[in-house]
């Protein structure tokens, strides 16, 4: 399995493009569709599913664009379809967590409520993508409507309890840098520490 981190739009946004052979996944494309068009054509791949880890409009925007173009549904949780904008007809609303088969992926759906009610993290192999609630030695704000600071020290937690050598890819480049591990956030991210410490009283 390959992961390209693509950083586009002006907030240092990533999308994940993720393909086995010749078929492909695409993870919060927001911002420039032309280029994500190209990168698939320029790669031969198919594109056989959309995933958003929530719906702010800084990982979702312009999206419909693709989503038209490939005739298909974007996976969204339910509690974020109307913070999208993205017309309901084009999502594929779940609520939970999930496992799903495409294709050659298994994807495993992790609900990660805190930064919105509908966040989730999104486990294929041994990398997951934490959207905007876990950052390289950081988490996602929760000062925003529908956002829960006791919601986000519990998916912390929950994120925490993945293998240590579960390789996390995150929403934004913040810093520069958009990857880490689980066990090295368990080490020196103060936010999952503090998660951890306090896990008796979540």
């Known amino acids: ?13 990533c999308t994940y493009l993720v393909s086995e ?32 880890t929530h719906g702010h409009f800084d990982h979702v925007k312009f999206a419909q664009q693709l989503l038209e173009n490939h005739h298909l549904k974007a996976y969204i949780e339910k509690q974020d379809v109307v913070l999208c904008g993205i017309d309901s007809h084009m999502l594929a609303a779940y609520e939970g967590a999930q496992q799903l088969h495409i294709g050659p992926f298994e994807v495993e759906i992790i609900p990660t409520p805190g ?19 876990l950052f390289p030695g950081a988490c996602g704000r929760v000062d925003l409507p529908s956002s829960n600071p006791r919601e986000m020290r519990k998916s ?16 934004h480049s913040y810093g520069g840098k958009c990857s880490s591990t689980i066990g090295y956030e368990r080490l020196k991210n103060p936010f999952m520490r503090n998660a951890i410490r306090d896990k008796d009283l979540l």
């Open 21 to 52: 052979g010749n078929d492909a996944l695409l993870i919060d494309p927001a911002w420039d569709m032309n280029f994500l068009e190209h990168t698939l054509e320029e790669k031969k791949l198919n594109l056989l599913a959309v995933f958003f």
């Open 156 to 171: 912390l937690l929950k994120l925490s309890e993945l293998p240590e050598d579960t390789q996390i890819f995150a929403g």
């Open 115 to 133: 930064h919105t009610a509908g966040g989730v993290c999104i486990k294929i192999g041994n990398a997951v993508f934490t959207g905007d609630t």
């Open 1 to 13: 399995m390959q992961i390209d981190a693509i950083n586009l739009g002006p907030m240092d946004n």
